[in-house]
Nanobody
Framework: QVQLVESGGGSVQPGGSLRLSCAAS????????MGWYRQAPGKQRELVAD???????NYAESVKGRFTISRDNAKNTAYLQMNSLKPEDTAVYYC???????????WGQGTQVTVSS
């Protein structure tokens, strides 16, 4: 089993920045991919970005150029640096992890990000 704990959410004005962290514990050696999903009210959960153990990244088109995902394997932690935030980025952000792209069963509890003036 793997446990994921997120931190770093909050409220920010449009154009601002936030950094999310996701710390993994438990059977960490099984984790190959870590990522961030988000879910806005009334919408489906969507992939924001993910990163493999060797640093390959993937981003949703809506966040390319504004968000950066990174990973510290020594600390078993993934980060999501979010810049130039927009109101449409408002959502609950969930950390996700798994042993492969098709097997990602581990989820964090979610952290709220609100972008509003």
């Amino acid at each position: 089993q793997v446990q994921l704990v997120e931190s770093g959410g909050g409220s920010v004005q449009p154009g601002g920045s936030l950094r999310l962290s996701c710390a993994a514990s438990g059977n960490i050696f099984s984790i190959y991919v870590m990522g961030w999903y988000r879910q806005a009210p009334g919408k489906q959960r969507e992939l924001v970005a993910d990163i493999t153990r060797n640093g390959n990244t993937n981003y949703a088109e809506s966040v390319k150029g504004r968000f950066t995902i990174s990973r510290d394997n020594a600390k078993n932690t993934a980060y999501l640096q979010m810049n130039s935030l927009k109101p449409e980025d408002t959502a609950v952000y969930y950390c996700n992890a798994g042993s492969g792209f098709a097997f990602r069963p581990y989820w964090g509890q979610g952290t709220q990000v609100t972008v509003s003036s």
